[in-house]
């Protein structure tokens, strides 16, 4: 996290929900799993009355709001042998106790009291993506009991892609006037810049489209947004390396960055960045940007199948993939992701966004030009994997193949993976001459 999360009430509803299982204060044990994590006072004292002492527990000297007695307050005071301290207004996950609390889980042979002042309420939140895989977080849940969460990888990235789905919506909000979309030119890319047009334009804002120099976004393309006259700049997987140029437009109008990639800095400025990866997420629960721009614009399912298939985000998107597999069983969906591969091998971007603004149905995409596109760049493939039995060097003893292409279009990756594909024990290197 790199800023104070204000919640919104779709969060904090989802709060009120129990995040793990209800237990009876008799069901609590020493034998839970990893870490034990308390947020709560009376959860907290509970725990300390029955000798179980968890690693880390979150404390405000409060029970639903009401200050804690004497007594009570005196054995917390007594709690732990590391005491943290970190203000947390109502309402809010602020930055400082979302620090301490990692702070806290860092240290080892302790045990770390955090003390709250304010509220702890949402800090459950911040112990869970917080805590190691397979930590244990226990709280009270008022008017239902105790609630006891096992850290799991899909937990941390729901609760993760819940925070980012809300505040990008709170934060859409705002958007009057024209927005523009800076996008990656791949499927995952492609797909979330269709759906966010889809989104925006519902609010009768104008979009402009437009696609990314690589990772970045190039001095041209800073002057031709600035030359637009935007009020707004949506800019979907990537953003990292721009955060320069980011900062700057941040200054002059609202930007919004969803993106799934690492990160190693966080100042960008009054941008809003929104990226599993601030969360904790583990690598292969990170959603890829099409499935947080779905999750956000609920709209075009099978654009977004596309986009995630594309982006291999098979675990976080699971059960989603399998309904869109459901609802479309007579459509390829493998056969999508070869048509905006395509699109993007023959730099062809641009107008494949625009393609894909005008198709309703998956079926309106397969019967596009984008279509007769997939077949040049499947015949250019085809024609690169057959000659590399002529062409390629195997050298080290044939453990490393190396390859040099000249294709039609962008395929490096595309052939590197096929003849992987074909000796999977194999290092495989390919060279690509531009003509």
Not at 88 to 117: P, Y
Request: aromatic fraction near 6%; include cysteine; proline fraction near 3%.
């Amino acid at each position: 996290m790199i800023s104070d999360l204000v919640v919104n009430e779709e969060i904090k509803k989802y709060v009120r929900k129990p995040l793990g299982k209800i237990i009876r204060e008799s069901q609590l044990s020493a034998n839970f799993k990893g870490n034990v994590i308390c947020v709560g006072d009376k959860v907290t004292l509970t725990c300390a009355k029955l000798q179980l002492m968890p690693k880390v527990a979150i404390v405000d000297y409060k029970v639903m709001r009401k200050k804690i007695s004497a007594k009570d307050k005196r054995q917390l005071k007594k709690y732990g042998t590391i005491k943290l301290r970190a203000k947390n207004k109502a309402g809010t996950i602020s930055l400082e106790a979302w620090n301490k609390v990692r702070e806290a889980l860092e240290f080892t042979g302790a045990i770390v009291k955090v003390e709250i002042d304010g509220e702890e309420d949402l800090l459950t939140l911040a112990a869970i993506l917080n805590g190691d895989v397979g930590d244990t977080v226990i709280y009270g849940q008022p008017g239902k009991g105790i609630v006891v969460v096992q850290i799991t990888e899909k937990k941390k990235q729901e609760i993760a892609d819940m925070l980012i789905q809300e505040k990008a919506r709170e934060f859409l909000k705002k958007f009057k006037g024209t927005t523009v979309i800076v996008h990656d030119s791949d499927a995952d890319g492609m797909s979330s810049a269709v759906m966010f047009t889809h989104y925006v334009g519902k609010r009768k804002n104008k979009v402009i489209q437009r696609t990314s120099d690589g990772a970045t976004i190039s001095p041209h393309l800073k002057e031709e947004i600035t030359g637009l006259n935007a009020n707004n700049l949506i800019i979907l997987d990537l953003g990292g390396e721009a955060r320069n140029t980011i900062k700057e437009l941040s200054q002059r109008m609202n930007v919004l960055i969803i993106d799934h990639h690492k990160m190693f800095e966080d100042d960008f400025g009054k941008a809003l960045y929104l990226n599993p990866q601030f969360f904790n997420v583990p690598d292969d629960y990170t959603s890829p940007t099409s499935f947080l721009s779905w999750q956000i614009c609920r709209n075009i399912d099978w654009l977004a199948a596309a986009g995630i298939i594309a982006d291999k985000g098979f675990l976080p998107a699971q059960e989603f993939l399998k309904k869109v597999k459901k609802k479309y069983s007579k459509i390829n969906l493998n056969y999508l992701v070869d048509l905006l591969n395509a699109a993007d091998a023959k730099e062809k971007t641009k107008e494949a966004v625009q393609i894909l603004l005008k198709s309703k149905s998956p079926q309106d995409l397969i019967n596009s030009e984008i279509a007769r596109w997939e077949k040049e760049v499947n015949g250019e493939i085809s024609r690169l994997v057959e000659e590399h039995k002529q062409k390629a060097l195997f050298i080290a003893g044939g453990k490393v193949i190396l390859y040099e292409v000249t294709p039609k279009f962008y395929l490096r990756g595309e052939i590197a993976n096929k003849i992987q594909e074909i000796y999977p024990d194999k290092i495989v290197i390919i060279g690509e001459i531009k003509k």
